[in-house]
């Protein structure tokens, strides 16, 4: 029984480890670091992604931020990116290259931005509002402090 819930642990992690590998602001961070001619000057050619990807994004509220490691013939260093989504576009906010060893950072989102002739999603004013029922603003709020001096 105690090995079952063990193996199932395991699976839920695993399971939730690997939606990270696919994401879009991670296969854009990949594209950018593999190809960015800075990068390959600290790190070497060619450029390896470990496998393990830490951080989240969250779907609802439109934010992520990952990181995983970046490898070459010469150094390492810890890939770095943020998003925002905006309707089914994630675009990427932030983007650097974290050097083993303490080197400096290197700053790739204006490099990112500037290869792709993006950054975040624009807002479209013509796009429908989503469907589906708004939620009635609260009603009057009243707080009742208790009698008495504060912290007595």
Known sequence: MLR??????????????????THPLVGAAKDEVSRNERVLAVLGTPVEFGSSITGRANETDGIGAMQFEARGPKATGVVVVEGKKLGADWGVTLLELRPAGGGDHLHLTADHEAR?????????PAQAAPAGPA???P??????????TPGQ
Request: hydrophobic share 40%; net charge negative.
């Open 4 to 21: 079952l819930a063990t193996t199932s642990l395991c699976l839920v992690f695993f399971v939730g480890c690997g939606g990270l590998s």
């Open 135 to 137: 939620a009635p603003p």
């Open 139 to 148: 009603g009057d709020i009243e707080i009742v402090l208790p009698a008495g």
């Open 116 to 124: 792709t002739g993006t950054d975040t999603p624009k807002f479209d």
